[in-house]
Structure formats: C-alpha cells, structure tokens
C-alpha cells in the first residue's frame, strides 16, 4: 500500500491563505507519484481547496463532524456536507478535540459509525498523555481508546485508518522514537482483526520523516505544525527510506 502523508492545519489559514499553500505545494509535489497526499483544512478552506484538488493527486479530509446528518445543532458540520465539498477522509478523536474540547469516547464512536455509514474515511486518533506513559499506562489507555471507539463496529475496523498520536508529542517538537511509536503500532494491531493502516503524528519535521517512515509498522504520517509551510510539507511528503 502506498504511505500516507497528511496534513492537519487545525484552525490556521484563511481560505485566501489556503489557497495559496495548495497552490504552492502542487508546484512542488508535481513529481510525486508513489504517496497518498491528503489536505485537512479547517471547514471554512474546505470547498475552495476541494475545487483546487479536484483531479489532482491530493485528496480532502476535514478536521471533524457531528454524528448526526442535519438537526439543530448549532455550530456543528455533518459528514454529508463534507461529501459535498469533496472529502473522502474525517479525523475523528484528534487529542485537541478529546482533551480540550471535551469529546468523549461514546461521541467518538457515534461519529466514527455514521461516517461509515455515509462512505467518509475515517482516521482515528488515539494517544496517551506524558503523565499516563509516565505511569505505564499507555497500552491501557489506547487499549480503552481503541475499544470504545470501535464499539459495535469492530468488524468494519480495517476501514478505518489509525493514527497514533502520543500527546506529549503533539506540537511539542517533541518527537516518539521510533521504538516508542512502532511498540504502539504493533499494540493497537494487535487488537484489530483484519489488517489496517496506522499512521503516527506528533512533531512530525523534514528532519524526523525518513527515520520515522523506514519502520514497516509506519504506514504514514499525519504532520501538524510542519505541513503549514510549503516546503516543508513537501519534504515530509517526498520521505526517503534510503537516507
Ligand atoms: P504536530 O501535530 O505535527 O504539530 O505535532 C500533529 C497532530 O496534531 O496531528
């Protein structure tokens, strides 16, 4: 399977702004053949990069959605309207959601079904905090993540595409080894029935990918901070293995 690279720019860039960074990296990613590219702009970028991307080799996700499809929900997006402006893919359970806006692992697993349910691609987020791995506690903690997410739906899990994202390392610049982030990867496969991809973020830089990406248990990698920036996002995305 071809690695995935995407790119979280959690609530940064404009549209005008986000226009201006897709078209840049298209200009420097136009040789890039072998690698799934896809763009998490926040909601209000979504369709003016959706029309930018359209029949190129960059596909769309979106940063979240509500479980429901349409109501009185003040605030929120349906997955449907993320179909519409052209996302295949919806991070789900991102640790700023979970730790700072309160998601719990029941919405989690509301939202993960119904994005199934209508043909989005979820990527699903699980890490433990600084404290929890300090205290030997990451595999309980994803363990738990894992579970309840996957609640009632654990046949469809190789739909699904992991990411584990050790919070500690989430915009820190602090970096998983690669041991830490392969030990992780093979836990969370090892609670899945079928093969499925798994991605790693946390600090992902131009300087970490290639050692990161020469693990097999690393099928990918979903980068924060370091894909706002054309070059280096485009660095991270041409990750060599022979370095
Ligand atoms: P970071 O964010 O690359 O800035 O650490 C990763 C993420 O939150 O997905």
């Given at each position: 399977?071809?690695?995935?690279?995407a790119g979280n720019w959690k609530m940064n860039k404009e549209p005008g702004e986000s226009r201006a960074l897709v078209q840049k990296l298209m200009?420097?990613?136009?040789?890039?053949?072998?690698?799934?590219?896809?763009?998490?702009?926040?909601?209000?970028?979504?369709?003016?990069?959706?029309?930018?991307?359209?029949?190129?080799r960059f596909k769309l996700g979106a940063q979240n959605m509500h479980w429901e499809r349409s109501g009185a929900y003040t605030g929120e997006i349906?997955?449907?309207?993320?179909?519409?402006?052209?996302?295949?893919?919806?991070?789900?359970?991102?640790?700023?959601?979970?730790?700072?806006?309160?998601?719990?692992?029941?919405?989690?697993?509301?939202?993960?079904?119904?994005?199934?349910?209508?043909?989005?691609?979820?990527?699903?987020?699980?890490?433990?905090?600084?404290?929890?791995?300090?205290?030997?506690?990451?595999?309980?903690?994803?363990?738990?993540?894992?579970?309840?997410?996957?609640?009632?739906?654990?046949?469809?899990?190789?739909?699904?595409?992991?990411?584990?994202?050790?919070?500690?390392?989430?915009?820190?610049?602090?970096?998983?080894?690669?041991?830490?982030?392969?030990?992780?990867?093979?836990?969370?496969?090892?609670?899945?029935?079928?093969?499925?991809?798994?991605?790693?973020?946390?600090?992902?830089?131009?300087?970490?990918?290639?050692?990161?990406?020469?693990?097999?248990?690393?099928?990918g990698a979903l980068v924060g901070g370091a894909s706002l920036k054309p070059e280096s996002f485009a660095r991270i995305i041409k990750f060599t293995?022979?370095?």
């Amino acid at each position: 399977m071809e690695p995935i690279i995407a790119g979280n720019w959690k609530m940064n860039k404009e549209p005008g702004e986000s226009r201006a960074l897709v078209q840049k990296l298209m200009e420097l990613t136009g040789d890039v053949k072998d690698r799934i590219m896809i763009l998490i702009p926040p909601f209000t970028s979504l369709a003016s990069v959706g029309e930018l991307v359209r029949n190129s080799r960059f596909k769309l996700g979106a940063q979240n959605m509500h479980w429901e499809r349409s109501g009185a929900y003040t605030g929120e997006i349906s997955g449907l309207f993320l179909k519409a402006v052209g996302c295949d893919y919806v991070v789900i359970g991102h640790s700023e959601r979970r730790h700072v806006m309160g998601e719990t692992d029941e919405m989690i697993n509301k939202k993960l079904k119904t994005a199934l349910e209508i043909g989005l691609i979820p990527i699903l987020c699980a890490g433990e905090k600084e404290e929890e791995r300090e205290a030997g506690k990451t595999e309980a903690v994803i363990e738990r993540q894992i579970k309840e997410a996957l609640k009632d739906i654990e046949n469809e899990a190789h739909k699904i595409i992991f990411a584990y994202e050790p919070v500690w390392a989430i915009g820190t610049g602090k970096t998983a080894t690669s041991q830490q982030a392969v030990e992780v990867h093979k836990f969370i496969r090892g609670m899945l029935k079928k093969p499925s991809t798994i991605l790693y973020g946390g600090s992902v830089k131009p300087e970490n990918v290639d050692t990161l990406m020469k693990e097999e248990e690393i099928q990918g990698a979903l980068v924060g901070g370091a894909s706002l920036k054309p070059e280096s996002f485009a660095r991270i995305i041409k990750f060599t293995k022979d370095s």
